[in-house]
């Protein structure tokens, strides 16, 4: 008790920078008050804690470990990298709710983390040099499928391939709109709505959730009932780190056919590529919703001149005679045969869009944790008037000159023109052709590489502008991208600028919500739902009011 008075006092008594966290030449300094902390903010007497706790002093190899574990973008693995001071592992809720509460007791700084493959590296990674903590949910990893009832409740640090292989363990006419990489985090991925190939069909993972568990600021644990509808809207979409620690979601089970079909065929430019993505974007927007067509644009280097080549990857919800009807009638220019199609289960098209040969591979390769990584740059963009022919001439060659930077074009359609903007928090609906993912990927590890593959997707951002979306030009939340915009120290007005982007007119709800629930914007990061002027405790990323940003 007498603790908390101090620390409060301190907080009030320093003028900025300010922290309250113990400072010392002692590198255990905050490892030894976070323990000393958690069985005293422990709902029940608890003597499990230092079994949760890591820090580079004490555990250092298990510490980098753990800590490299899911980091999943080498942009944020180098030496410039920031480390955190200790990285939490609870292993049941009231060790989250012990964490927050001395995360907040000792005023440090936290970094929520699941499956760790935020683009920005936002769940393990700081842009400025201040103290902070990851609350690494990977424990909590449990899943579990009612099929009577058709629900399923995953805890935040489950990732796909956990989720979908369940589903399929109890259930083989059931699955689960979600994400193709199945490493991803249900934590972070969820909460960012959740794009899959089923789309077109049952929209994105957000209109399927029923139910989240949630620990807030004050370290109460909080089910739907308990927050409230405001709180509950904001986190299909709004993305977690915003409000709190998701513990869990629970989620209405979709229905699948016993037999799916995939296909995957590639065209040049010289067997008309740029006519087919013509006629793609209008085929998607009217047909049948079991059917999902990816394109892919590539650079095509076998080709004599500079340009791309598209690849269309598919997902149908029926068997192949029904596709091959269906695609003679709405989309014969792409000369699909019978030959190139494959009918599958529904847990094995899982595999095949993750490029995974499910004829030879068990399917518990599903829940493995991987801790593969690469260095990763995306950018997204929606389209909402057809491209011309011309112009998409022209993408195809920006592509080829460019060289390395892919485009994949998601369609919408279907579900998605159904769902009201401002259902959920995701508000990329109705009037959307497709996202456009501008996606580079690359291995050396080479600041001068970085460099020019960085420069390489502005660039082709900028070539774009005239196709997509504008006023604002908006942008997919789960495909995290700093450069439309970070928190800086006055952190609403730049707040606005990327918040409006990723959620359009549901922004300011977002603002209320975040304004009533973490009053005192806690729960920041660079791109954090901001609150308005006047009402913080904290601005921008920062502890302190100078943050690297101004
Ligand atoms: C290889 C790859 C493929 C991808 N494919 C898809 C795809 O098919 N569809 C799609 O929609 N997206 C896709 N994404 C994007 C992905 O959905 C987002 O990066 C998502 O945020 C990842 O969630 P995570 O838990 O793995 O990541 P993390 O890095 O752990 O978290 C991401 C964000 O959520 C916050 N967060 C995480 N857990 C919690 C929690 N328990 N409580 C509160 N906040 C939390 C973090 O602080 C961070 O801000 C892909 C990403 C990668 C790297
Ligand atoms: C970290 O090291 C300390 C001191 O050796 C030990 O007591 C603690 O159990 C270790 N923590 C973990 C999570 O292994
Ligand atoms: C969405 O907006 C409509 C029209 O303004 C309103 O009637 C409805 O209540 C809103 N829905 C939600 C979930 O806020
Ligand atoms: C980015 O690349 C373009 C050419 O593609 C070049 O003109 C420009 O100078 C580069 N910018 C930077 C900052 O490197």
């Known amino acids: 008790m007498s603790s908390i008075k101090l620390f409060s006092l301190m907080f009030f008594l320093c003028s900025s920078p300010c922290f309250s966290a113990p400072k010392s030449s002692d590198p255990n300094s905050l ?33 980098t470990k753990v800590l490299q574990d899911r980091i999943k973008n080498l942009r944020y693995k180098t030496t410039a990298t920031s480390k955190p ?16 509460i001395c995360a907040k007791k000792l005023n440090i700084h936290i970094r929520i983390r699941s499956g760790g493959h935020d683009y920005e590296g936002v769940s393990y990674a700081l842009s400025e040099k201040t103290q902070f903590m990851i609350l690494d949910m990977f424990n909590l990893r449990s899943v579990n499928v009612n099929v009577a009832v058709e629900t399923v409740v995953a805890e935040a640090g489950a990732q796909l391939g956990d989720l979908y292989y369940r589903i399929w363990e109890k259930s083989k006419v059931h699955g689960f709109p979600a994400g193709v990489c199945v490493t991803l985090g249900v934590g972070g991925h969820i909460s960012g709505a959740g794009y899959g190939t ?9 209109d399927h959730v029923i139910d989240a568990k949630i620990v807030d600021v004050k370290g109460r644990l909080l089910d739907r009932k308990g927050m409230g509808e405001d709180l509950f809207w904001a986190l299909r979409g709004g993305g977690g780190s915003n409000f709190g620690v998701i513990v869990s979601f629970t989620m209405k089970l979709v229905k699948v056919p016993k037999v799916i079909t995939v296909f995957k065929v590639t065209k040049t430019v010289e067997e008309k590529a740029v006519d087919l993505v013509f006629k793609w974007q209008s085929v998607m927007s009217t047909v049948d919703k079991d059917l999902f067509i990816r394109a892919l644009l590539n650079p095509a280097p076998e080709s004599k001149k500079k340009t791309a080549k598209a690849t269309f990857i598919a997902l149908f919800l029926g068997d192949s005679t029904k596709l091959m009807s269906l695609m003679s009638k709405s989309f014969p220019e792409l000369g699909l045969k019978k030959a190139d199609c494959f009918e599958i289960s529904w847990i094995q098209s899982i595999l095949y869009w993750f490029n995974i040969d499910y004829k030879k591979t068990k399917l518990e390769v599903l829940l493995e944790r991987n801790n593969g990584a690469n260095f990763l740059k995306r950018k997204s963009d929606y389209v909402q008037t057809p491209i011309t022919k011309q112009g998409l ?10 060289g390395k930077i892919g485009l994949a074009l998601n369609p ?72 439309i915009g970070v ?27 975040k304004t009533a629930v973490d009053p005192e914007n806690f729960f920041r990061n660079e791109q954090s ?22």
């Open 31 to 63: 490892y030894k008050s976070f323990l000393k902390c958690l069985p005293t903010s422990s709902p029940k007497p608890d003597t499990s804690f230092p079994s949760i706790v890591y820090s580079s002093a004490a555990n250092s190899s298990a510490y």
């Open 85 to 100: 001071a200790i990285i939490v592992t609870p292993k049941k809720e009231t060790h989250v709710q012990a964490a927050v």
């Open 198 to 206: 089923m789309i077109r069909k049952y929209g994105v993972s957000v």
């Open 393 to 402: 001439t022209a993408i195809f060659n920006k592509v080829g000159e460019l």
């Open 412 to 483: 919408y359609g279907g579900r998605m023109n159904e769902i009201p903007a401002n259902a959920t928090a995701f508000p990329h609906r109705a009037g959307n052709l497709f996202k456009i993912q501008y996606s580079l990927t690359w291995n050396e590890n080479d600041p001068k590489v970085t460099e020019k593959y960085m420069n390489q997707t502005r660039v082709m951002y900028e070539f774009m502008t005239k196709y997509v979306a504008k006023n604002p030009r908006i942008s997919f939340l789960n495909y995290k991208d700093f450069d």
């Open 487 to 513: 928190n800086k120290g006055d952190g609403y007005n730049s707040g606005k600028v990327f918040g409006q982007k990723y959620y359009k007119n549901n922004f300011d709800r977002l603002v209320k919500v």
């Open 529 to 550: 739902i901001p609150i308005p002027p006047g009402k913080k405790k904290h601005t921008g990323v920062s502890m302190v009011e100078d943050s690297i940003y101004q």
